[in-house]
């Protein structure tokens, strides 16, 4: 996907195998200033292909990829655009990964458990050339604040369903409820988390699954066999 660049906002490529995830980073770069999505790409391979035509100036990019790596498609691009800087983010927390990426030519290692402004505000720094080799945001650990501290068991099961990619349709047919009621679910967990958009809920429950510290727990803390999915690797 391409998109049409304006001004002098700074373009931004996003590569990311979870086109859930692209779709909310677009929202995120979409509603922030002086950036702009002028590209994506599901892997190694297609963003090989799109990215030096769009000569993004930051590459933001998953460690992990369908058809390969972030460091590779790294590897791949640094000699078509040499103008361009490159962010992996990531749910690795690994020191090791970050200094591999660091090295292989990343000007910045973030962690998916980031909120959206610190993203954009990583963006605008590694344009600017304040981000240097070394430096990365802090992930957020399990004592950290959760977002879904505040919300009712029935919007959990909610949030839950719309990372899974149901309409408010299916999830009311799901659940047994009307799909008013799921409307009326989604707008108070969009509150209590401090969300805007659905989009940005369905991010942020894919992004916690994908990470490896992820546990859906129940408000008691003492989650239920069925209430606890395993969370995916990569």
Same mark, same amino acid.
């Given at each position: 996907?391409?998109?049409?660049?304006?001004?002098?906002?700074?373009?931004?490529?996003?590569?990311?195998?979870?086109?859930?995830?692209?779709?909310?980073?677009?929202?995120?770069?979409?509603?922030?200033?002086?950036?702009?999505?002028?590209?994506?790409?599901?892997?190694?391979?297609?963003?090989?292909?799109?990215?030096?035509?769009?000569?993004?100036?930051?590459?933001?990019?998953?460690?992990?990829?369908?058809?390969?790596?972030?460091?590779?498609?790294?590897?791949?691009?640094?000699?078509?655009?040499?103008?361009?800087?490159?962010?992996?983010?990531?749910?690795?927390?690994?020191?090791?990964?970050?200094?591999?990426?660091?090295?292989?030519?990343?000007?910045?290692?973030?962690?998916?458990?980031?909120?959206?402004?610190?993203?954009?505000? #990583?963006? +605008?720094? /590694?344009?600017?050339?304040?981000?240097?080799?070394?430096?990365?945001?802090?992930? $957020? &650990? @399990?004592?950290? =604040?959760?977002?879904?501290?505040?919300?009712?068991?029935?919007?959990?099961?909610?949030?839950?369903?719309?990372?899974?990619?149901?309409?408010?349709?299916?999830?009311?047919?799901?659940?047994?409820? #009307?799909? +008013?009621? /799921?409307?009326?679910?989604?707008?108070?967990?969009?509150?209590?988390?401090?969300? $805007? &958009? @659905?989009?940005? =809920?369905?991010?942020?429950?894919?992004?916690?699954?994908?990470?490896?510290?992820?546990?859906?727990?129940?408000?008691?803390?003492?989650?239920?066999?069925?209430?606890?999915?395993?969370?995916?690797?990569?």
């Amino acid at each position: 996907m391409t998109v049409q660049r304006q001004g002098r906002q700074i373009g931004v490529m996003v590569v990311d195998g979870h086109e859930i995830v692209r779709r909310g980073l677009g929202v995120i770069l979409a509603d922030a200033r002086g950036v702009e999505l002028v590209g994506e790409a599901s892997g190694v391979a297609e963003a090989v292909r799109l990215a030096p035509p769009l000569a993004p100036q930051i590459v933001l990019v998953a460690l992990r990829l369908p058809d390969g790596t972030g460091l590779e498609l790294i590897s791949q691009l640094r000699g078509a655009l040499p103008g361009s800087r490159f962010i992996v983010l990531t749910s690795v927390d690994d020191d090791e990964a970050m200094r591999e990426a660091l090295t292989g030519g990343a000007s910045a290692y973030l962690s998916k458990s980031l909120r959206g402004i610190e993203v954009v505000s #990583a963006i +605008k720094g /590694v344009a600017a050339g304040r981000a240097v080799a070394g430096q990365r945001l802090p992930p $957020r &650990r @399990r004592g950290a =604040a959760d977002l879904t501290e505040g919300l009712t068991p029935s919007e959990r099961r909610v949030l839950e369903l719309i990372g899974e990619g149901l309409s408010n349709r299916e999830i009311g047919d799901r659940l047994g409820i #009307a799909e +008013k009621t /799921v409307k009326n679910h989604i707008t108070s967990l969009l509150a209590k988390m401090g969300l $805007r &958009r @659905r989009t940005q =809920a369905a991010t942020w429950i894919v992004t916690r699954r994908a990470s490896s510290w992820w546990r859906w727990a129940e408000p008691t803390d003492q989650p239920s066999r069925n209430s606890t999915p395993k969370p995916p690797r990569g």
